[in-house]
């Protein structure tokens, strides 16, 4: 799923609204029972993977974009609409378009001039799932390298396709 915001104004301005983001997406995957598999935060948007046990993306989503959307406008001394619309939020049915989109969420930054690698921006996911940063509490990492083949070679699996081996080979996909 993504949400952008309004007139592509930053929706986070500095790291304490990223942490305060991060607080209530643990709290919405926890609350609505989502496993995350991926988060990238940056200025005017956000990625964010999950799969879940019931029908109740709308439901966390209003709960994840409203709530950041009122702790921002308070600590900013701002009104209105923070999001300009609704998530947008696509069904993945296969495992292929799992593992690209998880590839397309890890190289964000580095697509969007904010990290020149995907292991060098902290406001992703993908550092703490590969293991060169700690991993957020809430997201689903084990289930992200399953998805890649036995441990330890699920995370350098996911490397290879992220960060450059042939992302088309079959081992990989």
């Avoid at 709308?58 to 709530?67: E, S, T, V």
């Avoid at 609704?86 to 397309?104: E, K, N």
């Amino acid at each position: 799923m993504t949400s952008h915001s309004v007139h592509e104004n930053a929706f986070v301005r500095d790291d304490v609204d990223r942490r305060l983001f991060l607080d209530i997406v643990d709290a919405t995957v926890e609350q609505y029972e989502w496993d995350c598999l991926a988060l990238c935060i940056l200025d005017t948007h956000y990625h964010l993977l999950v799969t879940t046990r019931q029908a109740n993306i709308a439901l966390g989503m209003q709960f994840l974009n409203g709530r950041f959307a009122q702790l921002f406008n308070l600590r900013h001394g701002r009104r209105g609409h923070l999001f300009r619309e609704r998530y947008w939020g696509g069904l993945v049915a296969v495992d292929g378009h799992l593992v690209m989109s998880l590839r397309y969420v890890a190289l964000n930054p580095v697509a969007a001039g904010l990290a020149r690698h995907p292991c060098d921006y902290p406001w992703s996911s993908y550092p703490g799932v590969v293991g060169v940063s700690p991993c957020w509490s809430f997201v689903a990492k084990d289930k992200v390298l399953e998805l890649f083949g036995p441990s330890p070679h699920g995370a350098r699996r996911l490397r290879a396709l992220v960060e450059g081996d042939d992302p088309a080979s079959p081992a990989l996909v």
